[in-house]
């Protein structure tokens, strides 16, 4: 009886255990089932009037995890004259403010949907609508910042929901990604829109986005993206023309980033689940200031300044200021002795005024009042259509401020992901593409800024053949340090050369000596900061390709500012540019 009483416990045990393992798993599933959903984070609009001026303001849209977080404001004239109208949106993060302007103006009986690209470091603030001769509109506005994944689609949500093959989240569980939905004919047009977000979709026809932000999109793609099409017709590949020939379902490298095609409801699903399961850094990742409480030598993510005038010369101030204690402490004492105490009230003060004098003439002598920069990049030439597609990272420190900096609206200015407490107020305005209005950088602060950019270029490097010579000619803006290229399907070292110079190739390369991996060592990529890129440039050359390293200031948008170089180091690639005789 009592064995009889003992199995069946044991039985009852196991059939308890394989009820709570099967509860278990059926609770796990339906948590699995309900984070491979997606959440609508596209926010809601709230309209309010300012005279003829009828303003519709989105609140709670989604905001990317780097970059800049496009705010879009519906402007309606209803009135028989046009309206200049000035929109700023003021928010605070890291213990400075962020301020970001645009000036548009709205013809009468008309509609137009105007951009403020917010730094996706805010997560709220005041958007102001001044319209001359009315009181101003102001509206709070806030950001939607999410722990899970982010893309943008740019078409309607039910064409999504019709294409994409991915459910709405349940309430149960956290959503696998957020995303946010934006009509195409009223999308932005410039690339700082889109570069935050590791993916964005395209879920209806790509053809019947207008052409101006198609441009936006392709250049999104080109400097590092990734760009979802359920179709991919004659006239789509057109607008891709970096694209290779060929299959892309499971994703095609273009430039430095990526094209995918989904045409099924299955296939957009799973293509859609494993990019936003296995986020990736953004295209350049410039460091910040670590926080004070960690502050030392190394910036946030225990990354090394790059420029050493960021460094304060600490051996050479020590030794100044035990000098200025000896002089003050046992100086003073002897000084009292030989002179009496009257003595000492002046010595004291004139050795403070003489230690500061040199401080400020070490600054004023060695860091001066230009501005110091070290820059490095990757640059993909596309000698076919004449640009350069860049990324790019700088290191600046400068004593005082420097003026306004404005770029195309075809690149992006990326901050650091960390925001210090010692960053300045920041000023945007987003009339004219980018302007950063007097505080692109701090005074005596370091800073690195991120860049990427698809801007006119007509770069080059040319060869031409004389006999059984082959001269090559350097094109390309800058000294050209080394490099190699391919022609004839063998390999030449390109030799170091002046801009504009013109040499003869040496003998072809042996099979398999073709180091190009040289060329890109940590110290040419930022010291991590441009990783991203490093994959595409390893690959082999094809016929007629070129990988160069190049010094000076290079080919992103702020070369244009007038700077100290402390260095540079810029690898492009592109295609030879055969000249005939």
Not at 118 to 127: E, Q
Not at 183 to 202: F, K, Q, S
Not at 341 to 367: E, F, G, N, R
Not at 467 to 491: I, S
Request: proline fraction near 7%.
């Amino acid at each position: 009886m009592r064995s009889l009483l003992v199995a069946v416990g044991l039985l009852s045990c196991l059939l308890g255990a394989s009820s709570a393992r099967a509860t278990s798993d059926e609770e796990e599933g339906e948590g699995e089932s309900s984070a491979r959903g997606y959440r609508d984070a596209s926010g809601h609009a709230e309209a309010r009037t300012v005279g003829d001026l009828r303003v519709s303001i989105r609140t709670g849209p989604l905001r990317p995890p780097r970059g800049f977080a496009p705010v879009d404001v519906a402007l309606q004239n209803t009135g028989p004259v046009p309206l200049t109208v000035r929109l700023t949106f003021r928010g605070h993060s890291g213990g400075g403010t962020r301020v970001t302007e645009r000036v548009v103006e709205v013809p009468p009986r008309q509609r137009l949907v105007a951009w403020v690209h917010v730094p996706a470091s805010l997560y709220s603030g005041n958007l102001q609508v001044d319209v001359v001769g009315q009181d101003a509109l102001v509206s709070p506005v806030y950001l939607d910042g999410v722990n899970s994944a982010t893309m943008l689609v740019l078409g309607a949500l039910k064409d999504f929901d019709g294409t994409s093959g991915v459910p709405v989240a349940g309430s149960s569980a956290g959503p696998l990604f957020s995303l946010r939905t934006i009509e195409p004919r009223d999308a932005p047009r410039e690339l700082a829109a889109y570069v935050g977000y590791p993916v964005v979709m395209v879920p209806g026809d790509p053809l019947s986005v207008p052409a101006d932000v198609w441009a936006a999109l392709e250049s999104y793609a080109a400097t590092g993206g990734r760009l979802v099409l359920n179709e991919l017709s004659s006239g789509v590949r057109e607008r891709l023309p970096l694209l290779d020939p060929g299959d892309i379902a499971a994703g095609a490298d273009y430039g430095f980033g990526q094209v995918w095609l989904c045409p099924s409801a299955l296939e957009c699903g799973q293509v859609l689940k494993g990019l936003l399961r296995t986020p990736l850094p953004g295209p350049v990742n410039p460091a910040g200031l670590a926080p004070r409480w960690e502050r030392g030598n190394l910036l946030a993510g225990g990354f090394a300044p790059l420029l050493d005038n960021a460094r304060a010369p600490v051996g050479r101030f020590l030794l100044l200021i035990f000098l200025f204690v000896l002089a003050v402490g046992p100086g003073s004492l002897m000084l009292a002795r030989r002179r009496g105490p009257v003595a000492v009230l002046v010595a004291v003060p004139m050795v403070s005024v003489i230690t500061c004098a040199a401080l400020i003439a070490w600054s004023v002598l060695v860091d001066g009042f230009s501005v110091h920069s070290l820059r490095h990049s990757l640059t993909l030439l596309d000698s076919e259509r004449s640009r350069a597609v860049t990324l790019g990272v700088a290191a600046w420190y400068a004593n005082m401020s420097v003026g306004a900096v404005s770029l195309p609206a075809t690149s992006a200015l990326l901050a650091p992901e960390s925001v210090g407490a010692d960053d300045a107020t920041l000023e945007l305005d987003w009339t004219h593409g980018l302007t950063v209005k007097n505080n692109f950088l701090p005074p005596r602060t370091y800073r690195e800024w991120g860049e990427v950019s698809v801007l006119p270029s007509r770069a080059r490097l040319s060869v031409r053949r004389e006999g059984d010579a082959v001269r090559v000619q350097n094109a390309l803006g800058a000294k050209l340090e080394e490099g190699y290229l391919r022609l004839g399907g063998q390999h030449y070292a390109v030799p170091a050369m002046m801009d504009g110079a013109e040499v003869n190739l040496g003998a072809p390369l042996p099979e398999g000596e073709t180091p190009v991996s040289r060329l890109l060592s940590d110290a040419a990529l930022g010291a991590g900061r441009l990783s991203v890129g490093k994959e595409r440039f390893l690959a082999p050359l094809s016929e007629g390709g070129f990988i160069v390293r190049l010094g000076g200031v290079g080919m992103a948008p702020t070369s244009t500012v007038k700077m100290e170089l402390e260095g540079g180091a810029h690898v492009v690639r592109g295609q030879l540019e055969e000249v005939r005789p």
